[in-house]
């Protein structure tokens, strides 16, 4: 006769180091299926672990008294194993699915990464022409000011000038009237 109490499930703990966004998961249909599936298997594992529990699988001494209870546990157990198998092999594709979508998203994220960099030095490189652009215009407005300062410098003088030749004219045409 086995013996089956010397059986033992380890849990089955699927550590993520990096959060996948459930959109991403939700996405990709095929992935959402195999996990739905793996559920249903491991609700039918649950179910029929309960069933073997209330009819006292396990227990010796209710198993004896019981026609054929061996070999229904026997079954039972069987399938339970099978059930286990299939949930494990469909766990094991979304696994791997998981980290194909992962992987696919960090080589994603490092070249935004890469050009969110190439872009930020540009935009610093940008800022840096500014700034030289800003500092050429403020010269050049001041080489404006002070041309316009001479501008209005020279029309005062070309004023003066005008009016002074107008005087001296009109000075010298009426002395020459008079003579």
């Known amino acids: 006769m086995k ?4 059986l033992a499930f380890a849990p089955v703990t699927i550590m993520r180091r990096d959060p996948l966004d459930l959109d991403t998961l939700l996405a990709h249909s095929d992935l959402a299926e195999q996990g739905e599936h793996a559920f249903s298997e491991f609700a039918s594992i649950l179910a ?3 069933r073997s529990r209330q009819s006292g ?3 010796e001494t209710q198993r004896g008294n019981k026609p054929g209870g061996h070999a229904t546990h026997q079954r039972d157990l069987d399938r339970a194993l099978s059930l286990v198998g299939r949930a494990s092999t469909l766990l094991e594709r979304s696994d791997r699915r998981i980290r194909a979508i992962e992987s696919e998203a960090a080589a994603g994220v490092a070249a935004l990464t ?3 960099t190439r872009a930020r030095a540009k935009v610093r ?3 840096q022409q500014v700034a030289e652009a800003e500092v050429r215009i403020k010269e050049a407005d001041g080489r404006i000011a002070e041309a316009e300062c001479r501008l209005q410098s020279a029309n005062d003088w070309v004023h003066k000038l005008h009016d002074a030749i107008t005087r001296a004219f009109s000075a ?3 002395t020459a009237a008079n003579r």
């Open 3 to 6: 013996s089956y109490s010397s």
């Open 48 to 50: 029929l672990a309960e």
């Open 57 to 59: 699988f396990g227990d």
């Open 114 to 116: 890469e050009e969110l």
């Open 125 to 127: 490189d940008l800022e």
């Open 172 to 174: 010298y045409e009426g």
